[in-house]
């Protein structure tokens, strides 16, 4: 006979994580699937200071690590594989890697969101050097420097303003003339003497060896090319919830995210959802692992939910063939 895991969970970013350690530590047999890029997000990141409990910052991978030792140290199994395919249409729950097919009672979804990059060379030769997509995470290490920000809407917006707090001067490239950001947003940015536009142009190249020093533009008008100078490059050009493997299944809105209709709980009593999937407004590590936390318990208080019920119909059966006899 297979294992049946009490708990399947997809995804090893500080939900996935999370969730495992309250799980495990709630004396569930958990199995996590961490995918072959293991430690989501963060291990892009190279300072994480906003993380609370570590006063001097700490590196984006070594903190995934402290967190996987300590769901591991609860039990909780890992598998570095990616799933492949799942079937929630019967219970166990079923989910495939290139291993296997493991068997779960619940199954959280923590396989967070990526950042849509502009897909040049240079550009992920410099990841975590200079080009970074979340100015909240890494905005503090540009302070008195020059950046730029890429894109049109009203999270480039957001983070243009929230960049001119610390760097002496913000350039947002957009493709096209106008912005696609809200009114309030729009004026807010043209109002602050610390940010300026080039329009209808687009990045051909981050420029730099081991940092960013500047980047190619091309007028998408004209073809003209020019040279801006800057420390710092900044993508805001959305976020894409991987969420793909589960489309039909779960209920998401249209562009991607998990919908929970209870709590953590997605529309399939049993498996729940946390951290970036179903969070497109804040992405930040902390908020992830509170999410894992409260899928985690949501879970455990789902499958003893099960276990009670259960134990009333066979209590209802044995009761109904004493009757009988």
Known sequence: MAKVYDAIIIGSGPAGYTAAIYAARANLSVLVF???????????????????????????????????????????????????AVDFSRRPFVITSDSGSYLARAVIIATGASAKWLGLPSEQRLQGRGVSACATCDGFFFRGKEVAVVGGGDTAMEEALFLTRYASHVTVI?????LRASKIMQERAFKNPKISFIWNSEVIEVLGEDAVTGLRLRNVKTGEEQTLTVEGLFLAIGHQPNTSLF???????????IIPVEHTMTNIPGVFAAGDVTDHRYRQAVTAAGDGCRAAIDL???????????????EALTSGEHSNQ
Request: hydrophobic share 30%; aromatic share 8%.
């Open 34 to 84: 961490q995918g072959y890029q293991v430690g989501g997000q963060l291990m892009l990141t190279s300072e994480v200071e906003n993380y609370p409990g570590f006063e001097e910052g700490i590196l984006g991978p070594t903190l995934m690590e402290k967190m996987e030792q300590q769901a591991r140290r609860f039990g909780a199994e890992m598998l570095p594989e990616d799933v492949t």
């Open 174 to 178: 957009h493709r096209r003339d106008t």
């Open 247 to 257: 489309r039909g299944l779960l209920q998401m809105d249209e562009a991607g995210y």
């Open 300 to 314: 455990e208080r789902w499958l003893e939910s099960q276990a009670h019920e259960e134990a009333l119909r066979q």
